[in-house]
């Protein structure tokens, strides 16, 4: 009688094979999920450079500019606003306005051109956004933007990603704070969760915010 056609260890073989097969589409797949997720492709604390050096630790942090003095339209547009030289020169014709950083600033001014700043939070073109909207409804600088006051360069805090989004849409309420402190970069909620989630009831209802989910809150 005649043995096996395949030798024993050739069941192993096969086992192994297709649970390659398996894993190798499973690994790439999360593998591109988690690339796509990676600062490489968000772009999250990314090092920007830009024309001039502007230092947010000393405007934001050590002499307490409110956010709103530099990005003025962020109450009332879609867009937070780039400061224009006028606004720097509002202080820097009497402070340090001699200074060799400022020279950009200066010639710009003067020329009546703006400052080529690069943009830090880009989404998407299809992608709508509005400052206005979140800002009055008690959403801070800070929870979107990170602690400004901190940064010497301005560095993209978040992920931004849909998913990002969608988690605060979803339940507003503990990412809200009061109206007054909507620029404080220091502002923490309660540290009891039931004071916080009270806080964060009670602004809802103030604000008349509520989860916003639908696909043409944020796709017009």
């Given at each position: ?15 192994l ?14 593998g591109?999920?988690a ?21 947010h630790r ?9 956010c709103?003095?530099?990005?003025w339209?962020?109450?009332?547009a ?6 224009s ?7 820097h014709?009497?402070i340090?306005?001699k200074?060799p950083?400022l ?6 001014f003067f ?17 709508y ?6 800002v ?15 940064m ?11 998913a990002w ?16 402190y ?19 009831e ?19």
């Amino acid at each position: 009688m005649s043995g096996p056609l395949f030798p024993r260890w050739t069941n192993t073989v096969s086992r192994l094979s297709v649970a390659g097969l398996l894993a190798v589409p499973a690994i790439s797949i999360g593998g591109l999920l988690a690339y796509a997720r990676s600062p490489h492709v968000t772009n999250q604390n990314q090092p920007i450079e830009q024309p001039i050096e502007f230092d947010h630790r000393h405007h934001a942090g050590d002499e307490q500019i409110d956010c709103r003095y530099c990005h003025w339209t962020v109450e009332n547009a879609p867009s937070a606003g780039i400061p224009s030289t006028t606004v720097c020169m509002s202080c820097h014709a009497q402070i340090w306005n001699k200074s060799p950083y400022l020279t950009e600033v200066r010639k710009a001014f003067f020329a009546d051109q703006p400052i080529p700043w690069v943009r830090v939070h880009n989404l998407p073109d299809f992608v709508y956004f509005n400052h206005s909207i979140h800002v009055n409804k008690g959403v801070g600088c800070a929870t979107c933007h990170g602690r400004v006051d901190q940064m010497a360069a301005i560095e993209q805090a978040s992920t931004l990603t849909m998913a990002w989004c969608l988690d605060c849409h979803r339940n507003p309420q503990p990412h809200l704070r009061p109206a007054e402190y909507i620029t404080s970069m220091t502002w923490t909620p309660p540290a009891d969760p039931k004071e916080a989630a009270a806080l964060g009831e009670t602004l809802a209802k103030e604000y008349e915010v509520h989860s916003r989910t639908s696909c043409s809150t944020c796709h017009r």
